[in-house]
């Protein structure tokens, strides 16, 4: 009789691939990622199907490109209706459990196909597990997560403790459901961690860690940016947010400490692992649904093409299977038929637009969108080069190499032409390319910062804190 297997796929948000120090990034403390790296097979060039949250893991939980999901920015509308492969695992007999972020909007917090579940969204509501737990204990504290709106990507210090510090509570909810499993049982486990999204809120003494100068942000001449200047949009721009180089070091630096403490729990977790004699015979998955420019092209933030927002860790230690590097394009519409595939678990290949990392076939390219109709934004890479569309303009931008300093696009370079025609193919088959999307230009506008985005739970209470003769502005 086989061995029972077992599955832990943990998630961050909003982490870049440059972000553990066994990838490339000696600043860096990460010993248990840097750990978990030299036992995996690395896939170097993973890119996310959409450089923003919603899209992201919906793809990812689907297997298919936002073009046939039909969801492409951080909104409830798709076209996808089926359950996913965190429910195929559950009914193919692995006991499952998700702790924390999913953002999955069109049911926050639903069941999502896993047995178990105990939640922690960004912006909670009265369901949420988290919250309820946390600000009962401190009902003097209202921002959980940081202060957002205009202190979105302002530096701040946690206003918990480090014991109710989210983070710490996926780490905590995590190895509680660990203890719980037994060697000869399966179980599949999404440890999914909100941080390092912004507000960037470590927690006292963790933004310590980090007090010189990190990697200097990318920046390319601004002629040379300028002939892809559309791709970014004014946003999250370093120039209408008045953030100098210091602030965007700054910020970097808080941003390392969030990383630097999700790599603790995961210690903590694979800990457990090792503790319940459960770690030989488990699949480690450890991705992100997409980076952050961080300063990078002038800009902050996500929702663009370029590698510092698209380009994700993908690090897999898979029983049995030795250490290796691989160079070959891939993308998180992977995960699901990878996972299915090492679980024994029937799925239809048709089903999915990801393959098996480990079948016969390899991607030549994989494919990356933000939003649909004339706003959409569309890219095709091979991993070593990128062609990306702006459907409100029309143009093209080719970067021969990557990370992206020089646009370079030819539409009589045979090489840039068969892209072309690849991505040209993906955007025809879009579900919802003739439905107008989200723009840069109808988000708030609000100045200095990316507009009034509080979480609204505890207004109510932050307003009776304050007395007569004073007004709280919350919008």
Same mark, same amino acid.
Request: a negative charge.
């Given at each position: $009789? ?23 990034? @000696? ?6 990622? &840097? ?8 896939? =170097? ?13 919906? /793809? ?8 046939? =999901? ?24 692995? !006991? ?5 972020? $999913? ?34 204990? %401190? ?25 109710? %510090? ?36 470590? @927690? /006292? ?11 200097? !942000? ?68 450890? /991705? ?10 002038? %800009? =902050? ?58 079948? =016969? ?20 890479? &091979? ?19 990557? @990370? ?12 840039? /032409? ?27 506008? $609000? ?19 304050? !007395? ?8």
């Amino acid at each position: $009789m086989a061995s029972p297997k077992h599955i832990l796929l943990i998630l961050t948000d909003q982490m870049r691939y440059d972000t553990i120090s066994a990838l490339g990034n @000696p600043c860096m403390q990460t010993p248990n990622l &840097d750990a978990l790296y030299r036992e995996s097979v690395v896939f =170097t060039h993973c890119t996310t199907p959409s450089p923003v949250c919603v899209p992201a893991r919906l /793809s990812l939980m689907a297997g298919q490109y936002p073009a046939r =999901t039909g969801c492409n920015n951080n909104n409830k509308e798709k076209v996808w209706q089926e359950e996913g492969f965190y429910a195929m695992l559950t009914k193919g007999g692995y !006991p499952s459990c998700c702790v924390g972020k $999913m953002h999955h909007l069109w049911d926050s917090y639903g069941t999502l196909g896993f047995d178990e579940r105990h939640t922690q969204e960004e912006i909670p509501t009265s369901e949420d597990e988290y919250a309820n737990t946390v600000h009962a204990k %401190h009902p003097g504290v209202f921002d959980l997560f940081g202060m957002r709106s205009e202190m979105y990507y302002v530096p701040q210090i946690s206003q918990l403790p480090i014991e109710d %510090h989210p983070t710490t509570w996926i780490g905590d909810k995590s190895v509680a459901f660990l203890k719980q499993q037994e060697k000869e049982k399966p179980f599949f486990l999404v440890s999914s961690f909100i941080a390092p999204h912004p507000p960037f809120c470590p @927690p /006292s003494p963790w933004q310590k860690l980090y007090r010189t100068d990190p990697p200097a !942000p990318i920046l390319p001449t601004e002629q040379e940016q300028s002939k892809y200047e559309e791709l970014f949009g004014d946003r999250s721009s370093c120039k209408r947010l008045e953030m100098s180089m210091t602030d965007v070091l700054r910020m970097k630096n808080f941003y390392y400490a969030c990383v630097s403490y999700v790599d603790y729990q995961i210690g903590r977790i694979i800990a457990t692992l090792k503790e319940r004699d459960l770690y030989d015979s488990t699949l480690i998955v450890f /991705s992100s649904d997409h980076g952050d420019l961080m300063g990078d092209y002038r %800009h =902050t933030g996500k929702r663009v093409m370029v590698e510092s927002a698209s380009h994700v860790p993908l690090l897999m230690r898979i029983p049995g299977k030795k250490p290796q590097r691989r160079a070959d394009p891939c993308s998180l519409v992977d995960l699901a038929p990878t996972l299915l595939s090492w679980a024994d678990v029937p799925y239809d290949p048709e089903a999915f637009d990801g393959i098996d990392l480990f079948g =016969t076939r390899q991607h030549a390219c994989v494919f990356s969108q933000y939003g649909c109709g004339n706003n959409g934004v569309y890219m095709v890479t &091979d991993g070593k080069s990128k062609l990306v569309k702006s459907q409100k303009s029309g143009n093209y931008h080719y970067f021969a190499t990557l @990370p992206e300093k020089e646009d370079s696009y030819d539409a009589n370079d045979a090489a840039q /032409s068969a892209m072309r025609h690849m991505l040209e193919r993906y955007i025809h088959r879009d579900v919802s390319k003739t439905r107008e999307s989200i723009t840069y230009e109808s988000a708030p506008q $609000m100045p200095h910062y990316p507009g009034r985005m509080d979480q609204p739970l505890y207004h109510e209470q932050e307003r009776a804190c304050i !007395p007569p003769g004073y007004t709280i502005d919350l919008g």
